[in-house]
Nanobody
């Protein structure tokens, strides 16, 4: 059994930065792709970023150049560094791995 817990969300001003963490329990972290999705109120869930077990990354066009995804296999933790945040980044951010998803963490970008 695997559990994922997101943390690091909160309220930030436009142009600010935030780092989300995704801590995994279980033994499969190092061999799994980690994906971040987000869902804003009234909108469809959308892909944000992914990182493979080998460290290859993929970012949605809307966040490319502003967000960075990384992982620390020794800590079984993945990260989403979010810079130059915009109001449209406001959403609940979810971390996924294999068949598992975390509960989400709220990111609100507002002045």
């Amino acid at each position: 059994q695997v559990q994922l817990v997101e943390s690091g969300g909160g309220l930030v001003q436009p142009g600010g930065s935030l780092r989300l963490s995704c801590a995994a329990s279980g033994s499969i972290f190092s061999s799994s792709v980690v994906v971040w999705h987000r869902q804003a109120p009234g909108k469809q869930r959308e892909f944000v970023a992914s990182i493979s077990s080998g460290g290859n990354t993929n970012l949605a066009a809307s966040v490319k150049g502003r967000f960075t995804i990384s992982r620390d296999n020794a800590k079984s933790t993945a990260y989403l560094q979010m810079n130059s945040l915009k109001a449209e980044d406001t959403a609940v951010y979810y971390c996924g791995m294999s068949i598992y998803w975390g509960q989400g963490t709220q990111v609100t970008v507002s002045s």
